[in-house]
């Protein structure tokens, strides 16, 4: 029987969340958009359906064009991939060596550490501090074998986000040939004034690469659609060991109609504000008072102080699908999508009863 490199054999299966097998289950596990998709991309996607016969275009051209200017870059700023796991993985292929050193906070993303291994690097972990990123502690740990370093922005799962002034003093106490990756997954939902203005640094030509989807917001998970940014010597790269036709013609044509899908993006962001408001009231208040953290995402991060494992099976029993954040080194917390008003009542009924 034909072996498995080292690596294989030392990684981790991704385990996704739970997918509701009925119709009254009320998911709120993966941080999918509760309104759906875009109507503009559903629109768009059906009128694209004829040309499937037809290979997609290798680097998705129409939609960098609408993002580099959505940016104020250069299209050779921009890499799509299937899903901006995908981008993290050509990140690794094109940079990493065996015992190279890539830092990556703990209870955060598990694919910076899947890719990490994947190609023979060392994951150096570094601390959570109050539920944030530790930028600082990120600078202690690095070295001479770092080549990659992977932020969270706002982190998932606490939902909690590191500051414009803080990226900046980390910034300016790191060595030059350390790629910075900024994974910006749920930026959009942002609402504190002093988030990171991360792309300035690829304007200055700084190893940095900043990540974005199509997933959150826009309500294209299904589509896998995400983006990079970085200077153009880090694209060349990535283009270098990108497969081809990664990304397929349907699940562009969505994404470049749901950047404009303004309608939609206004409603999205006010169920968040408003489902995220509503659930700080009910988890703080009361008898049963839980510990969560106000979030920047459109999800909640909720200390159960009890097996989350245990209250997840409790829950799927009353109809409802959280993430326990076992695999994320949390076995006492659980991570919530934010959903639509009777998703959320729903959810905090279901909690009440089991707890």
């Known amino acids: ?7 294989v054999n030392n990684l981790k299966e991704y385990t996704p969340g739970k ?4 119709q009254k289950v009320v998911k709120l596990a993966s941080n999918e958009n509760s309104l759906g998709a875009s109507p503009k991309a559903l629109v768009e996607i059906k009128k694209r359906l004829k040309n499937i016969n037809v290979y997609p275009d290798q680097y998705s051209r129409e939609l960098s064009s609408l993002l580099a200017t959505k940016y104020n870059v250069s299209d050779k700023n921009l890499i799509i991939g299937n899903g901006s796991d995908e981008i993290m993985q050509m990140l690794a292929a094109a940079y990493l060596s065996a015992g190279d050193e890539v830092l990556i906070s703990r209870n955060t993303f598990s694919t910076y ?30 070295g001479d074998k770092t080549k990659l370093i992977f932020l969270c922005n706002p982190n998932s799962p ?11 003093s980390f910034m300016a106490n790191i060595p030059d040939n350390y790629i910075v990756v900024i994974d910006e997954a749920y930026a959009e939902y942002v609402e504190r004034e002093d988030y990171p203005d991360s792309l300035k640094y690829v304007r200055e030509g700084k190893n940095v690469i900043v990540l974005r989807t199509f997933s959150k917001l826009y309500g294209l998970a299904g589509l896998r659609v995400g983006y990079g940014i970085a200077k153009e010597e880090i694209i060349k790269y990535l283009k270098m060991v990108k497969l081809p ?105 279901a909690l009440k009863k089991v707890l």
Do not use: C, H
């Open 245 to 349: 036709f990664g990304v397929n013609r349907l699940a562009v044509a969505g994404a470049v109609a749901a950047l404009d899908d303004k309608s939609f993006i206004m409603k999205s962001l006010k169920n968040n504000k408003e489902g995220k408001e509503y659930l700080y009231g009910e988890l703080g208040t009361g008898n049963w008072k839980l510990d969560f953290q106000k979030t920047e995402a459109n999800f909640i991060w909720i200390d159960l102080k009890q097996s989350a494992d245990q209250v997840f099976l409790k829950l799927m029993s009353e109809g409802v699908i959280i993430r326990p954040l076992t695999s994320f080194g949390m076995p006492n917390a659980i991570r919530v999508t934010i959903g639509l008003p009777e998703q959320n009542k729903k959810f905090i009924a």
């Open 113 to 142: 550490e899947f890719v990490t291994r994947l190609f023979d690097a060392n994951p150096v972990f570094v601390d959570l501090k109050n539920y944030t990123y530790d930028l600082p502690g990120f600078a202690k740990k690095s």
């Open 158 to 168: 606490t939902g909690t986000m590191f500051s414009g002034a803080e990226l900046d």
């Open 19 to 22: 997918n509701p097998e009925g």
């Open 1 to 7: 029987m034909a072996k498995p490199r080292d690596a």
